[in-house]
Structures are given as C-alpha cells and as structure tokens.
C-alpha cells in the first residue's frame, strides 16, 4: 500500500537576487513500511522536500508552482492549516531533526517535554495551543500512568537508568542519546510516516551507526514508512530499502537498494559512487561545478557535466523511465 505518492512537485523561493528553483518535477512514491533514502549533495533539495510534505516552508518566499503530495489518500497541499496542525504533523506524520539540541527547550526537563508530546499529540480532545497551553499541560508533569508510558519509551531507545533520565536536561545528554530520544518522541504517535532529516550528521560514525540500528528496528516494528534524507551513501545502504537521488532539484535515479548499489545507471549516480574513496587509493571528481538554482541549465540540469550528453540533454529533460524491474532513472543516455 502507498503511504506518500508525490508527483511532478515543483518548489520555487523567490530572494533578491532571483528566483531559486529548488524542486523541479519530482516524482517519487513510499509503501507501507519501506523506508526511502533520499541521496544528493548538499543544496540539491532533499531538505526542501521534507519541509515541502510537511507544509513548513517559508510563506514569505516559498511557493508550490505545481504538483500534488498524496498522504493516505489526501492531498496535503490541499488541507487547511488547522488539519495539518490537528491531524498530520506530530502525529500521521513526524520529524527527526538534523541536530536534537536545537530542537529540544533547554529550559523544561526531557520527560517533561516527552510528556508534551503525550498530552498534544496523543490526546484526541481540546487541548489549548501555545506557550500558555504548554505550561498548562506541564503543571503536574508526572502523574503515574504518563511518567511510566515515557520511561517506557525511553528504554525502547535504550536510554540508560531511563526512570532518572526523564529529570534531564538537553545538555546533561550527550549527542547520540538526545538523538535516541528524538526518535522516541518521533515513534511515540505511531505515525505513518517519518521524515528523517539527516539524523546521524551531527553524532560521530560509531555512535550513528547505533542510531541507524535503533531506527530500522522500531520502524519494523511499527510498520512505519520513512523518509530518510541524508548525504551519506554508506547510511543509506544500511538502513534504505530503496535509494533516490537527486541533483540540483531534479531526480536522476530510483532503485531498490542492492540494486542501486550493484547497476547505477545514471552518469550523475555512478559519478557520486565514484567519488568516494576506496581501498585502491585516489578519489575520483565529477568535472564542472553544481549549477546554480537562480538560473540552472535547460534540460537536464547535469548536462553540462555529463561525459555522455547528447544534444538532446540540452534542449529537454528525460521523461521517468523504468528501465529494470523496480529501477528508474531521468536519463536519455543511461549506462546499462
């Protein structure tokens, strides 16, 4: 079943020195419980894409030119500000941030802010917003039943001594528990759908990894799809199911994982595997520089650097193609 469909998305910021165009016709689809990596160079749109479902971006210099973000059958771009709030973000739909201290109150306790999410997102009935609304709701913290619904979920992400945790603060943790704890209150609602934005960027490899692992076993447990941006190919090939890439705002390629990794079919795809240092020694660079977004290149935007461009590359942009079982890729010329 297909939790997120988006199709032919376009995204536009409009600054001083020109219009940006950040996404141009993307399209891309998430089933129940797959988790989708979505690849590229920092500044190609990933992050973009994220804000873009969840109806964050900007409204005083983004706009949607075009396209539809289909979630459980709805079109997001669609629904009122007041649906989006009340039933699709924090609770069908959840974040994990780059960087957990920034998105954490350093002033209120971890459990206290756990607590939060339990009493807003959780609770079906009225529940008055804003910072009057969270105080309210902070009053008496820890009642019996909540204080051990959140040291519950604290030891599913294996905090350690989870019953004294709830009484930190951000900074008393280090990076890759507040992160852990992120994810907890990411799953808490069950979503459908999770939006991962670069989770393991901020935490050294080791301590990533574990946050990579603690992710793929929760949302297979709860059947929960995730968008899982990163710049990362190693990440990604670890936790993805499927892998999508896309550069300067425009999709190359779409494949399930081993056969991403086994066949890339796009020029941009196998230049970026390329790239990346291996045991031989030497790293390989794709010539030319990203384009800018204010006036990209017509046609395909990596043309201009593609060793096997043709005239046509130029003068249009490839149509989706699927071109092995599963395996698409935006190409006229494709390795294969």
């Given at each position: ?25 993307i ?76 998105s954490?109150?350093p ?72 992160q ?10 069950q ?6 934005d ?16 603690l ?27 499927r ?94």
């Open positions: 079943m297909v939790v997120l469909d988006i199709k032919n998305l376009t995204v536009v910021y409009h600054t001083d020195q020109g219009i940006v165009e950040a996404l141009d016709g399209n891309f689809s998430i089933r129940r419980g797959e988790i989708v990596g979505l690849v590229g160079e920092s500044g190609c749109g990933k992050s973009t894409m994220g804000k873009t479902i969840l109806r964050v971006l900007p409204e005083s210099s983004a706009e949607v030119v075009s396209g539809s973000i289909h979630f459980q059958g709805k079109n997001l771009l669609e629904l009122g500000e007041k649906e989006m709030n009340d039933r699709v973000r924090g609770r069908s739909i959840t974040l994990i941030p780059q960087d957990p201290f920034v954490f109150n002033v209120f306790s971890i459990g206290t802010q756990m607590l939060d999410i339990m009493k807003y997102k959780l609770f079906e009935g009225p529940v008055t917003r804003g910072e009057e609304g969270f105080f309210r709701r902070c009053l008496h913290p820890f009642s019996g039943e909540m204080k051990s619904q959140v040291i519950q979920m604290l030891k599913r992400v294996q905090i350690p001594s989870s019953d004294q945790a709830i009484y930190k603060y951000p900074h008393e943790m280090s990076g890759g528990q507040r852990r704890v992120m994810i907890a209150m990411a799953v808490a609602p979503p459908s759908l999770i939006i991962a670069e989770p393991t960027t901020a935490l050294d490899a080791t301590i990533g990894a574990q946050v990579v692992e992710l793929k076993d929760l949302t297979r447990q709860f059947q929960t799809s995730v968008l899982f941006i990163t710049h990362d190919l190693g990440v990604a090939y670890e936790i993805c199911d892998v999508t890439v896309m550069y300067a705002g425009q999709m190359m390629e779409s494949a399930p994982t081993d056969s991403f990794f086994m066949k890339q079919c796009h020029p941009y795809t196998r230049g970026l595997l390329d790239s990346l240092p291996n045991p031989k020694g030497g790293i390989q660079t794709i010539p030319g520089d990203i384009p800018s977004l204010i006036n990209p290149p017509g046609g395909c935007r990596f043309h201009p650097r593609c060793l096997r461009a043709l005239d046509t590359c130029h003068q249009k942009r490839p149509e989706l193609a699927e071109i092995f079982p599963n395996h698409f890729v935006h190409c006229f010329n494709p390795y294969l």
